[in-house]
């Protein structure tokens, strides 16, 4: 384990001077709300989507630094990406926070200094919060088309 | 005096793991070396059931049970028939609190606080809602205090039940349960208190303190972990209802209806936590050998020194800084409590970051989350010096960035 590996400038900088951040009082975004009840991390994300394609994200929360960057990193990697594309990517970012192999042409920019986060366990959930918070509204709208 | 070199020995951990620096006993102690030899000494030489078979082993298993039973109830100045085995504190507390589901009546009142922990206040709020209880709460002092003028201020013709803590587990404040017991008895409600923070750094007295239901954990006071303690009164615990309907808790059965054996062994259906609470009694043992005035003594004296440290580290918040339990609750300015607890962890300095299973304590203090440190009998200068120094180079760490 080597600290230096989890706190990355790139993270720290995200986390200083975050992307997206700040909700936007607009009902045609989706608002899904995370939090971490063991640790008190808390996240909202709000997606804007068009055609199957997220147009504009926002995310607003509190946390450790690991967890508040991430939702920055995560809205400048899911910007302007269809849903099948951003799927693919949440999926390798989920293998690469495992420490699993991961594949680079699919996962890209910031978002890969978060492989230190493998070394840290107990770290994941925040790494990983606003990302499952998106994947859980990209879900949520494919299901609410099925269903009608 | 405590000479910590030799009550590392009573540690296994320490030959294991001797790099680290254990700041988190409010969560779980260490275990001692005595308990984990008789869990060992009962599953290598005994493993049967207890109170069941009419052999030499299950006599003899019988008897270290009941011995632990015996065990604790001096540990607490109790009546044997008072001590029943349990999960731990949760489940102790959770079983009072499904008993009363059937007594409370709408506008019934139950004071807590909200200094509790999940396991005091979740079941009576639950309670609440079945029955339409009402629950009120005691107003905090400033530092976030239960005094018994504030319990003065809830109490009323109304109060039928009183389940509060001993000890914050994050705060580490000693609530005045002696004064509230007495006067909430006048108002003829019952008194629960959850002693999970105190039964290890203070001796309880169940006479003295005058508290109608107590519950416990093992874990805590260098007992197994799966094994607590409900103690409660003879007179009130024979007029519950048994939590659970098994094997050895039934007097005689009928095919349409049965009766049932008086405490203790009312509440323990099925087979008990034979290990755990032979291993409790171990540790309650090992407790007695040092005595609570030497225990009190060493770990007073590093919590001062440790704050003392702690305070003059710049951008440092301190919480509790008059618990009367050895336990520091802080945050570093701008720096997030599970950044600082990742980077302690490099210098594997154990402390706990996050709301420690009170929610309400971390919205009365109005952050997120806290860090917390705690301290035992193992804990030296030396821990509280490295736990100091790591805290300043993670605090110059993110600072860097």
Known sequence: ?????LYRQVIMDHYKNPQNKGFVADNSYL?????????????????????????DIKHQGTGCSICCSSASVMSITLMGKTFDEALSILHEFYEMIKGYPFKKEILTGDAVVYQGVAQFPARIKCATLAWKATEQGINKIMEDEING | MIDVDSIRKDFPVYSKQPQIIYLDSAASSLKVKSMIDQVDHYYHTLGVNVHRGAYDLAYVTTKLYEDARKTVANFIHSKEEEIIFTRGTTSSLNMIAGSYRDILKPGDEIITSELEHHS?????????????????????TTTGRITVENFLAVLSNHTKVVALTHVSNVLGFLTPIVEITKLAHEKQAIVILDAAQSAPHMKLDVEALGVDYMAFSGHKMFG????????????????????????????????DHATFKDAPLRFEAGTPVISGAIGLAAAIRYIESIGFYAMHEHTEALHQYALVKLKAVKGVTIYNQSAENPVITFNIDGIHPHDIATMLDQYHVSVRAGH??????????????????SFHIYNNRADCDTFIESIITAKNFFEGF
């Open chain 1, 31 to 55: 608002t899904i709300h995370l939090n971490n009840p063991s640790c008190g991390d808390d996240m909202t994300v709000q997606l804007k989507v068009e055609d199957h394609k997220i147009i």
């Open chain 2, 356 to 373: 420690h299973c009170a929610q309400l304590v971390s919205k009365f203090l109005g952050v997120s989350s806290t860090l917390r440190a």
């Open chain 1, 1 to 5: 384990m080597n600290i230096e590996h």
């Open chain 2, 224 to 255: 197994p972990s799966g094994v607590g303690v409900l103690f409660g009164k003879e007179a009130l615990l024979n007029k519950l209802e048994p939590f659970e309907y098994g094997g050895e808790m039934v007097d005689e059965v009928y095919k």
């Open chain 2, 120 to 140: 005091s206040l979740l079941p009576w709020m639950i309670t609440a809602q079945k029955t339409g209880a009402k629950l009120v709460y005691i107003p905090l």
